[in-house]
């Protein structure tokens, strides 16, 4: 949710021109739903909408108007799902991260493969992170990387493997989060994932950074860096001068 690029709009009339240009195309999308097109043809019309580029102003109205295209597509349990995930993620954006759970809990019902369960259960966690309920997030994201291993997607089992070392960490399981980490780091050397490796063996300098063994956080640190210069990875190269 943080990664996600907001439009600013500098004066109220701005504002309203563009949120009643988006409603306007909601509505196009509602009738694409009526007419019960395929579909992968209605989630991309979906999509090309960028429904989230009016929410952030719309604030409580968001999940109104999402709530009134709901009612388009109850008979389909794809679509059921797609609009609760987005659904909840508004609610996150206007900090309801109670109903976010319970949302993203629903959406899960509906999922009909490991990929999607995963991809649910990681956000429930990540919603309980927020309410720092970091006992609830390491519950959630145990059984959400469970769900990515399944999968066989490494970059997703992975990240969820980071997501749950901090969740450990936050919790004061410290043994857990280091042990999490040492697992994921093994992981990616054994598979290959250098990308992966290098988020990992950063996450971790910053782990014993917090615990005070600056030699170790360097030596992470340090080979973190060299890997992301050796693969041309720019977007680590940047993340990495945070620390």
Do not use: C
């Amino acid at each position: 949710v943080s990664e996600r690029i907001w439009p600013v709009y500098q004066t109220q009339n701005e504002y309203e021109d563009r949120k009643n240009k988006l409603l306007d195309l909601l509505d196009s999308l509602k009738k694409l739903l009526e007419k019960e097109w395929d579909q992968n043809s209605v989630w991309n019309a979906a999509s090309d909408i960028r429904f989230f580029e009016f929410l952030w102003k719309l604030h409580d109205g968001a999940t109104a108007h999402f709530n009134n295209s709901y009612s388009f597509i109850k008979a389909n349990k794809t679509f059921k799902r797609l609009y609760l995930v987005e659904i909840a993620e508004t609610l996150l954006l206007l900090s309801k991260y109670d109903e976010a759970v319970n949302t993203f809990l629903e959406a899960y019902a509906f999922a009909a493969n490991d990929e999607e369960r995963a991809s649910n259960l990681d956000r429930t966690a990540f919603s309980y992170a927020l309410l720092k309920n970091y006992t609830k997030a390491v519950e959630y994201e145990l059984k959400a990387n469970m769900a990515f291993d399944r999968t066989g997607l490494l970059g997703e089992y992975v990240e969820s493997g980071i997501n749950l070392a901090l969740y450990y960490s936050e919790a004061n399981d410290q043994a857990s989060a280091e042990r999490t980490l040492l697992k994921f780091e093994k992981f990616s050397r054994e598979n290959g994932g250098m990308y992966y490796l290098a988020k990992v063996l950063f996450t971790q300098s910053n782990y014993y950074k917090k615990k005070s063994n600056m030699d170790l956080s360097k030596s992470k640190l340090d080979e973190a860096n060299k890997i992301a210069n050796d693969i041309g990875a720019e977007d680590l190269k940047t993340l990495f001068k945070t620390l």
